[in-house]
């Protein structure tokens, strides 16, 4: 059965350049979420996607972050002009209802190092 | 938006309960009120949710007081493999907050 796939697993970068970082959601899951986990911290939402409706994008902490869900499926995070606080590993979920209600399932998480 | 608070961490033994308490004042009516399990280099993993009162499954149990502004996740017998960071996690339609999370270590 088919998971939650993040690619790449680990990403390492200088810093100033751009990244992107991909999330297959489980098929059929409406909602998609992206989080932000630096080490030994918890869990910082992003953004979150449901259906066709316009994301939540209140979690994105700069301009250089950005998002986009193609045809409601895969999605892909972009991370502009790196920083080195930008170092951390960025979790994709996935879930059937959207919000809070809808167990979410997590992806492997990518692992992005800003040199 | 609702926060939480949880202890930072928590020790156990082998074959006991363990109860892991998370504080959330400011919790909405909306909001429900979820648990989650991590283990190191990989994504959490739901454990339980719930609104009211008491909810139990094959894995744990939540107490939720009638005010709503606490949670309790109780793991029945733990063991060794239960070693992980807990997240209470309350939310609504708006942006969703994880607590810092309990590191729970369970020793022989």
């Known amino acids: 059965g088919a998971g939650v796939s993040q690619s790449p697993s680990n990403k390492v970068t200088e810093k100033g350049k751009d990244v992107e970082l991909r999330c297959d959601p489980i098929?059929?899951?409406?909602?998609l979420y992206w989080y932000r986990q630096s080490l030994g911290q918890g869990l910082e939402f992003l953004i979150y996607f449901q259906g066709n409706s316009a994301p939540d994008k209140s979690g994105l902490p700069s301009d250089r972050f950005s998002a986009e869900r193609t045809g409601g499926s895969v999605s892909t995070l972009t991370i502009q002009r790196t920083q080195q606080e930008d170092s951390a590993v960025y979790l994709c979920?996935?879930?059937?209802?959207?919000?809070?209600?809808?167990?979410?399932?997590f992806g492997p998480g990518t692992r992005l190092t800003v040199l | 938006l609702a926060k939480t608070t949880q202890p930072i961490s928590m020790d156990s033994y082998e074959g006991q309960e363990v109860n892991i308490t998370c504080s959330h004042n400011?919790?909405?009516?909306?909001?429900?009120i979820t648990w989650y399990q991590q283990f190191p280099s990989q994504g959490p993993r739901f454990i339980i949710q719930g609104y009211k009162t008491k909810v139990t499954n094959e894995v744990a149990s939540l107490f939720i007081p009638a005010d709503r502004k606490s949670s309790t996740l109780s793991l029945p017998r733990v063991s060794l493999s239960d070693t992980a960071v807990y997240y209470c996690l309350v939310g609504d339609s708006s942006t969703l907050t994880f607590g810092k999370g309990t590191m729970l270590l369970v020793s022989p």
């Open positions: 400011n919790i909405a009516t909306n909001d429900y």
């Open positions: 098929s059929g899951h409406t909602a």
């Open positions: 979920a996935s879930s059937q209802l959207g919000q809070v209600r809808g167990e979410q399932f």
